[in-house]
């Protein structure tokens, strides 16, 4: 099927630059573009911290997705264990040395930032497993013996990432994992059996709950119980996406938001300050840019000829729709809130740098596309 060393891994500079996807690229930029406008309608038409600090971050991992872009696809797949096991061990550190803010524990510093290694982690197990599925075939991929591992890779960083806690970020790790195996060919049954015991098992994990987590889950199924309380972020949430109508109330004007009735409009709650002030028709440009974003990571995924790019791909697409579609479905009200940023559109470094490093892999997998993986 492939020659030996295919003339992919000898690309010249020019050859990697053509083979680019520049679809991609553009979007990426304008997503980062209008995040920037959105983050300096936060800080409320000035250059405050939340905008330089969101401007910088953008062009540093902007940058840095360009550099992994021409990293070779085998690099990904020789280095994906390590990779794993590096954010697994960073996962530890943040269990006994870890910063806590607002009751969480979730952050390690590292003094030129504060990173959550639980972001990382949603790209680092798609990475493990795509590279695990790659060495088995199809035949074997069902057998019991080879389903104890990727179980183990899925279950253990997701149980330290509720410890801390933060049930939304280990719900989007276990969806990334999940859907890895789904793609690879795990039979359906064995979700099955795994939805079960799940539903089974979902009244003790309750009991374990944190008060605040629960009362998420309240609020979802009614928001009106506590609408000074609990409710409240939500109830804000969608009384200003719907009064941003048709067209919005223009940059700037969002009142909602400038009279600091929607609290953490920077982080997960930015697509509501961005509908408040452009209106369905600026939504749905964010949904399109997002849209076109799946479809060329998906893309890429069916050009590549390498088992482990197409998981990775295909995988990487599935979990970045869900991370979009979790983060709007929270703040229209359609599911609770769990506290998952909007990728590259919302503040946050960490979350930024693995959607980043994420695209980045699926670009090298775009321009060495017909590099075999051993």
């Avoid at 390690?108 to 088995?136: C, D, G, T, V, W």
Wanted: proline share 4%; glycine share 8%.
């Amino acid at each position: 099927m492939f020659q030996p060393r295919s003339i992919q891994s000898n690309l010249s500079f020019k050859d990697k630059i053509v083979s680019m996807d520049f679809v991609l690229i553009f979007s990426i930029l304008a997503i980062g573009i209008i995040s920037m406008f959105a983050m300096y309608s936060t800080d409320g038409g000035e250059f405050k911290y939340h905008t330089r600090s969101h401007i910088i971050r953008f062009i540093i991992f902007f940058i840095l997705f360009l550099i992994l872009s021409f990293f070779q696809i085998r690099f990904w797949h020789k280095t994906s264990t390590l990779i794993y096991l590096s954010c697994f061990i960073l996962l530890l550190g943040v269990k006994y040395f870890g910063l806590t803010s607002q009751g969480s524990q979730r952050w390690l510093n590292f003094y030129f930032m504060n990173l959550q290694p639980s972001e990382l982690m949603k790209i680092a197990l798609i990475l493990f497993l795509s590279k695990y599925y790659h060495r088995i075939s199809t035949q074997d991929v069902n057998k019991i013996k080879f389903l104890f591992l990727p179980i183990l890779a899925l279950v253990a960083p997701v149980l330290l990432v509720v410890a801390q806690p933060d049930l939304g970020t280990s719900i989007l790790i276990a969806l990334g994992g999940i859907v890895v195996a789904w793609l690879a060919g795990v039979s359906v049954k064995f979700f099955s059996y795994a939805s079960i015991l799940f539903i089974s098992l979902m009244p003790i994990a309750i009991s374990f709950l944190k008060p605040y987590q629960k009362a998420r889950i309240l609020t979802f199924l009614n928001p009106d119980r506590d609408p000074l309380g609990a409710g409240y972020q939500i109830i804000q949430s969608k009384i200003a996406i719907g009064s941003g109508g048709l067209f919005g109330k223009g940059f700037l004007n969002g009142s909602q938001s400038y009279l600091d009735y929607l609290p953490e409009k920077h982080t997960d709650f930015i697509f509501t300050l961005f509908s408040e002030e452009f209106g369905f028709f600026g939504s749905l440009l964010i949904l399109m840019l997002y849209s076109l974003i799946i479809h060329r990571i998906v893309k890429i995924g069916h050009e590549t000829r390498s088992t482990f790019g197409k998981l990775y791909c295909f995988s990487f697409a599935t979990a970045f729709f869900f991370y979009v579609a979790v983060n709007m479905g929270m703040v229209l009200g359609l599911l609770p809130i769990v506290g998952a940023p909007l990728p590259i559109l919302s503040y946050g470094g960490s979350s930024m740098m693995a959607i980043m490093i994420g695209l980045g892999i699926a670009m090298s997998c775009k321009i060495y596309k017909d590099t075999p993986v051993n």
